[in-house]
């Protein structure tokens, strides 16, 4: 008997489900041996609190094209991991026992960057562990692509393309802020299939003026309208400049809900046009999965599956110049796959006209 655990960890993303049915066919169709599938409720909380279910084939007909997960999901931040929790409760150890309890052959985790942190802890601490990588965020280290990303560019371009005809109609400034607190794929690539005409990142630090500056010279040749892409994270050279706690203290007494709304509100001060800030949010998260990452997410379930026929443990499933690959958890765990100011994407984005504010 071949016992294997499940759970989704961190925010949501498109594809999880289809990623897991991926998992589920290929093993059970390729498997010498009967296969038993539990999931954990939740992310890694149904295993420190014992909440799972038996899975069957039910369970996996008719998800390959739904959002969210089946299994729920939550964020279990890495930093508190060895801390207990209120009730005195080792997590470590607690995950350990529930692992041992069903006798599992492995446990397979779908999560982003600080979900792979408590897997590799989990690795190391002796339990058989499989990943795959998740996020929209596409910044996880030692795969070119995670699944949800292309799903999540999808609605932020759309939300783009929808923004670009009332900002022509009024002649106004929007910022459209995408999601990325510490990385920028998803504002970067969503900011250039929508035609910003500025995009700021968090790997970019910005300079106000020089944002106005695009601002002006697109009215200077009459062009009624300026599309900038915010990321979330995105930071002003001024703030780059800050230790960390200030940093943390201006953003904590600041009197904007976030950093759109400050660059809106200079943007208006300076030139006296109207903007408007537009957060599609989580709605980049949500919905049916692109395609693309039906395939993807799909692929990396088989190849995931392969990995528990062939006993082989302890790495996440990742994609690189064009090839599945398995990416040992310990060189993953803790690094982030940020967007670097020198790449070709950049110089190409630049070459054609877009400006970062730098
Ligand atoms: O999961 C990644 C992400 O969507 C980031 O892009 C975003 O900054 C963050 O999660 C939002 O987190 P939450 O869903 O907890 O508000």
Redesign the pocket.
């Known amino acids: 008997m071949l016992r294997i655990g499940m759970l989704t960890s ?2 949501d ?1 498109q594809a999880l489900n289809a990623a897991m049915r991926g998992v589920f066919k290929c093993v059970t169709k390729n498997a010498k041996e009967p296969v038993e599938f539990y999931g954990f409720e939740d992310g890694y909380r149904g295993m420190i609190y014992s909440n799972f279910r038996l899975l069957s084939e039910d369970d996996f007909q008719n998800i390959l094209t739904v959002g969210g997960t089946i299994l729920g999901t939550s ?1 279990t931040p890495f930093k508190t991991i060895n801390e207990p929790d209120e009730q005195g409760l080792d997590k470590v150890a607690a995950m350990k026992q529930t692992y041992y309890k069903l006798q599992l052959n492995c446990l397979v985790m779908l999560g ?1 960057n600080g979900s792979t942190k408590t897997a590799n802890l989990l690795s190391q601490e002796g339990l058989n562990v499989i990943t795959l990588p998740k ?3 596409n910044d996880l280290w030692g795969t070119d692509m995670t699944f949800g990303f292309q799903s999540a560019i999808d609605i932020a371009t759309r939300c783009m393309d929808e923004i670009h005809t009332t900002a022509s109609s009024h002649g106004r400034v929007f910022i459209i802020e995408v ?3 510490k990385v920028g794929w ?1 504002p970067l690539n969503a900011g250039i299939a929508g035609g910003a005409d500025i995009i700021l990142l968090p790997e970019i630090p910005y300079d106000i003026d020089k944002v106005v500056e695009v601002i002006e010279n697109r009215d200077k040749q009459g062009k009624r309208f300026s599309i900038i892409a915010v990321a ?1 994270g995105a930071i002003s050279k001024e703030d780059a400049a800050l230790t960390k706690k200030e940093y943390k203290k201006k953003l904590k007494n600041s009197p904007y809900p976030s950093v759109s709304y400050e660059i809106a509100d200079q943007i208006f001060k300076a030139t006296g046009k109207e903007v408007r800030v537009t957060v599609p949010g ?1 709605t ?2 949500g919905g049916a999965p692109c395609p693309y990452d039906r395939v993807f997410a799909s692929r990396l379930g088989a190849e995931a599956g392969s990995l528990i026929l062939n006993k082989e443990y302890g790495f996440m499933v990742g994609y690189r110049n064009r090839e599945m690959v398995k990416v040992p958890l310990d060189e993953v765990a803790g690094k982030l796959k940020m967007i670097d100011p020198n790449s070709s994407i950049i110089k190409e984005a630049k070459l054609l006209g877009i400006s970062f504010g730098d």
Request: proline share 0%; aromatic share 0%; with cysteine.
């Open positions: 961190g925010g993303c964020r982003g996020t929209i965020d999601m990325g607190h998803l979330e989580h980049q998260r």
